[in-house]
């Protein structure tokens, strides 16, 4: 299991633009695939986005894609989810993931390691 610590989150305007970080500890960050979530006030656990242990495959939720990017940095044990045109739907806690496999992401699944989250509040 990899420790993560989510930071970035704060009160932004819609329409603007925020960028999330998920800090990993340990040394075998590049062995995961990593993936974002998010749970809204009143809703269940939403996935928002996937990527593979070295960058090369991204996987998004149909209402982040083209608005959010996802991607990481191996060396500094970092994975960042850009986000843009935000608009209030995308209030939430954003939590950080890793799984031993990207495939879990492709079945819709999460895995075991979870940050604690970063509350995003987008104002109208």
């Known amino acids: 299991q990899v420790q993560l610590v989510e930071s970035g989150g704060g009160l932004v305007q819609a329409g603007g633009s925020l960028t999330l970080s998920c800090a990993a500890s340990g040394r075998t960050f590049s062995s995961y695939a990593m993936g974002w979530f998010r749970r809204a006030p009143g809703k269940e656990r939403e996935f928002v986005a996937a990527i593979d242990r070295i960058g090369r495959s991204t996987l998004y939720a149909d209402s982040m894609k083209g608005r959010f990017t996802i991607s990481r940095d191996n060396a500094k044990n970092t994975v960042y989810l850009q986000m843009n045109r935000l608009n209030p739907e995308d209030t939430a806690v954003y939590y950080c993931?890793?799984?031993?496999?990207?495939?879990?992401?492709?079945?819709?699944?999460?895995?075991?390691?979870w940050g604690q989250g970063t509350q995003v509040t987008v104002s109208s």
């Open positions: 993931n890793g799984a031993t496999t990207y495939a879990i992401y492709l079945r819709g699944s999460t895995g075991n390691s």
